[in-house]
C-alpha cells in the first residue's frame, strides 16, 4: 500500500553509502509524491542533493510536492542560478507562496534573475491578501476568443498547453479580456472541427470575485464539482483559476484549522510531528493560561456562596456534575454552529432561527438531565429541596450552555473573527462559572 | 454573490401563483446546483411538480445535485416509469446510493422495470462495503486497449462519451480488463494522430484496490492531485474510478462526522436544520447522559475525600480549577492526535513517539500551569501547604490529561473503532474524576 515505505530502507541505505546511481535509479521510477513522502524525514541538506540528482523536469516535480517550509530550507542550500531555474519552473501560485516564505533580502536579490514575465506576476499575485481567491489563484490558465472555429482552437491549445495548469476548462474572453464563456477540453473534442467556439460554449460562466474569502471559494468547488473556478476583477477581467487540486489542499487545512481551535489550540500551520516543541508547547500554553485565569472566575464564584455551602455541605458534591453538563451541552452547540458555518449550512441571517432551535433544544435535554439528576440525588438521600434544586439547577445549566455555545460562534463571524476560536473549552470554562452562580441561586431559593 | 437568493422571492411567488411557465424560465438559465439550492427548502411535493416541469436533462442534472433524503422523498411523489427514467440517467454511483435509501420492497418493484446492464451495475455495486472504494467508485469510465494509435483512441472516445463521467483520464486495459497503464487527455490531444497509446501511456498508473477505506482513498487525492483514481480488484482488473468531486465531498463529510464527535455529538448525517428536532436531540442527550454518568464517578470520589475537605475546607475552591486544566489540556491532545490520525500525520506505528512527546508536553505545561497556580493560591492566602498542594497538584493533572487525550484516540483506533469518538468532553469527564483523586491525594501526603 505505501509503496514508499517499501522503499525506505534501500532509500536510508543509498544515502549513507552516497550511491547517488541507485539512488536515482529508484525514484526515476517513483511517482514525484513519493519521492518527496520518501525524503521528507531527512535534512535540508541531503533533500536538496536529492532534487539535485534528479533530471529535469523531475526534480522540479518533487521540489513542488515538498510542503512550504522545506522548500524554503532546500533552497538554502542550492546555488543562485538552481533556485531561480526553480522559481520560474513552479506555477506562479506555488511560487508566490514560497517567496513570501523567504526573507526579504533574498527575495530582492533573485527577483532581477527572473525573468520579467515571471517578475511581473510574482509582483502582481503578490499584492492580494492572503486566503483570497486571489491568493489562491494561478494565471497560467487556457483561454481562446470566442470567433475561432474548433480545429484552430485545438491548435492553440496545442502550442499553449506546456505553460497552462489544466486544459480541461477553457475560458472563452472578448477582446478586453472580459470573460464571456467557458467550455470544456471533452466538449471541444467532442465538437465538429469547423464548429465555432461561440456556438457551443456556454455563456455567463460561474466565476469568483479575486477578493473572495479562500474558504467561500472552497464552498463553491462542493457545490458544483469543479475542476477548476475562473478569478475575476471588479471589472469582469479574468485574472485566473483556481484549481480543484488547491481548493482541497486549502479545505483540509481550514478544517484542521477549526479542528485545533475547538480543540483550543492555536492552529500548527504544520503536521504534528514537524511542529517544533517548544513552538507547540507555546500554541498550547497560551491557550491553557486563558482558560486557567478563566476558572479563576468560578473558584471566586464558588468562595462567593461558602455559606449557603457551610449549611447544605452535600450541595458541593453535585458541583461537578452540574457544571459539566453545561459545559458538554455548550461544547455540543458550539461544534454544530461552528461547523455548520464553515461548510455553509447556517448563514448569518439564519440567527433567528438557530436561537430558537438551541433554546426549545436546551429546555429538552436540560428536563432529560434535570429528571436524572434528582432521581440520583433522591437516591443518595440527600433529601427532597437539595435534589430538586439539582434537577432545577440542570434544566438552567444546560438551556444556558445550548444558548452561550450556539451564539458566541455567530456573534464572533458577525464581528469579523474566526467562529473557532470559540473553542470547545473555552465556553466549557465558560459555563463553569454560570454553571455555580446558577446552582447557588436556585439552591438559596429553595433551601 | 449568492444568484439563487436573488431569486427567491420570484420563486416563491411563482410556485404560489403556480405560474410553471416563468418559473421554467427562471430555472432554464441557473446552473442545476443552483435550482437545487433554490429548492432544497421546498416540500418534497413541490421539488417533484420542479423536476417533472424541467426538460431533460436539465430535470436530472437538478435531481443529482439534491441532497439524498430530499431525492428519495421525491420519488415518492414520481410514478414508477418516471422514476425508472430518473434511476437509469443517474450515474452508476448515485444510483446505488439512492435506491439503498429506498424501502426494499420498493427497490424490489422498479429492479425488473431497469435495462439489463443497469440492473447489472446496481447488483454488482450493491456489494461492496459501506465507506469503501467500491462504494464510491463509478463504473462509467473511459477505458482503451493499448495498442491502437491516437486518432483511433479519439474516435473510440467520441462514441463512448456520453457515457462516461469523465474522459479526461484514460485507462489502458489488457484483454483480460487488467489496468495497464493510463492516459490523460490532454496527452492525448497533444500527441501526434499516428502515435500508438502502448508508447504514450504511463505505465503501471497509482491505482486503490476495491475494499480500501474511502478516507484512505481521499488522502490518496490529497497527495496525488488526481482528477480520479483507478478502482481495482484482486487480480488487478479494472472496476472502477473514483471521481474528485465524489472524494472532495467524502472528505468534507467525514471532517464533518469527526468535529462532531469530537465535539461529543453522534454524526448527524444531514445538514444543522435538516435534521429533525427529536433526532437531534436524541444524537445529543445520548452523548449527554452518558457524560452525565460518567460524572458520578467525579461526585463519588469527592465524597471518598469528605473528611480531608472538612479539615481544610479552601481545597475545594481550587477543585473546578484544577479538574478543569486536566481536561484542557487532554482536549488539546485527543484534538491534536485525532485530526492527525485522520490526515495521516500519524501513524499507528508512531505510538512511542507520541508518547514521548507528550509526556514533555504535560510535564511543561503543568510545571507552567502549576506555577502560576501556587502564586494565585499564596495571594488569596491559602497558606503554603495548600499552595503547594495545588502546584503540585497541577503538574500531575495536566501530565495524565495530555497522555490520557493523546493515547485513547491511537487505542482506540488499533482497537478498529473510529479515534474521534474519544470526544473532547468525553476526556474531558474522565479527567474530572481523576483529577479529584489526584488532587486530594497529593493534599492528604503534604497537608
Known sequence: MHI??????????AIERGDLQSLRAVFEDLHPSDVAELVHNLSSERVAAVIRLLRFPKGIDVFE???????????????????VNILEELSPDDRVDLLQKLPDQTIESLLPLMAQAERDEVKKLIRYGENTAGALMTT????????????????????????????????ITDSERRLIGALSLRELVL???????ENIMSKDPISVPVDMDQEEVVQKFGKYDFIAIPVVDRDQRLVGIVTH????????????????????????????????????????GLWLMLLFVGEFFTGTALRHYHETLENAFTLIYFVPLIVSSGGNAGSQSVTLITRALAVGDVKMRDFIRVLRREAGMGIVLGVFLGVIGFVRAMMWDSGYNISLSIGVALVGVVLTGSLVGSLLPIIFKKMGFDPAIMSSPFVASLLDGIGIVIYFNVAMRLL
Chains 1, 2 share one sequence.
Request: charged content about 30%.
Open 140 to 171: 497560467e490558465y487556457a483561454h481562446l476568443p470566442a470567433h475561432i472555429d474548433v480545429s484552430e482552437a485545438l491548435d492553440l491549445l496545442r502550442k499553449g498547453a506546456p505553460d497552462t495548469e489544466t486544459i480541461y476548462y477553457i475560458y
Open 191 to 197: 465538437a465538429r472541427p469547423t464548429e465555432k467556439i
Open 65 to 83: 510536492q515538498l510542503d512550504l517550509q522545506m522548500q524554503a530550507d532546500v533552497l538554502k542550500h542550492l546555488g543562485r542560478i538552481e533556485t
Open 4 to 13: 514508499s515505505q517499501l522503499f525506505l530502507p534501500e532509500v536510508t541505505d
Open 245 to 284: 487540486d488547491d481548493a482541497f489542499d486549502v479545505a483540509v487545512e481550514e478544517q484542521t484549522e477549526d479542528v485545533q481551535q475547538l480543540g483550543a489550540v492555536v492552529p500548527l500551520d504544520e503536521p504534528y510531528f514537524q511542529a517544533s516543541f517548544w513552538k507547540l508547547a507555546q500554541k498550547r
